[in-house]
């Protein structure tokens, strides 16, 4: 099974830092402006969505692995709930690579493996450097279509 880049816990402590900062900000206007309470609710709410984004952050990052094998991408990640995924090659539509804009500032891409199936059975493999991720890429992108044969249909 292979690791995460470590970087990739610098975009997810910036998203987390995103959201408190949001919802903390919301609080902290709902205060002054609602409930006289000033903002304090507020920072209180920022540094409890903060903390909890740092440890998931880490969290995340030590549970996160994948596999390619003969005949699947194996993944195994979460943190209070932890999710093995096996996607078969035959069920493959097609693959992208991608990079937001936190993935393009530390270095990273993302592999987006849609699948034949019900709704949401699309996975994505964060924390790649951009050529681990293009080579991800083709090379699932040829095991699927070699596996197109195998397909029973």
């Not at 920022?46 to 984004?53: A, D, Q, R, S, T």
């Not at 990052?61 to 035959?90: I, K, N």
């Not at 530390?106 to 924390?127: K, M």
């Amino acid at each position: 099974m292979e690791s995460l880049d470590s970087k990739v816990r610098i975009v997810w402590l910036v998203g987390s830092l995103l959201t408190a900062s949001i919802l903390g900000g919301g609080v902290a206007a709902a205060g002054l402006l609602l409930f006289d309470t000033g903002v304090w609710p507020g920072v209180g709410v920022f540094v409890l969505l903060l903390l909890i984004g740092v440890l998931g952050a880490v969290l995340r990052y030590r549970r996160w692995r994948f596999a390619l094998e003969e005949d699947a991408v194996y993944l195994e990640r979460g943190v209070l709930t932890h999710v093995t995924s096996v996607v078969p090659f035959v069920r493959v539509q097609h693959v992208d690579s991608q990079r937001g804009p936190i993935e393009r500032t530390v270095g990273l891409a993302s592999v987006v493996v849609y699948t034949a199936g019900s709704r949401g059975a699309d996975v994505t493999i964060p924390g790649l450097s951009p050529e681990r991720a293009d080579a991800l890429r083709e090379r699932l992108r040829r095991l699927a279509i070699e596996s197109e044969s195998d397909d029973a249909v």
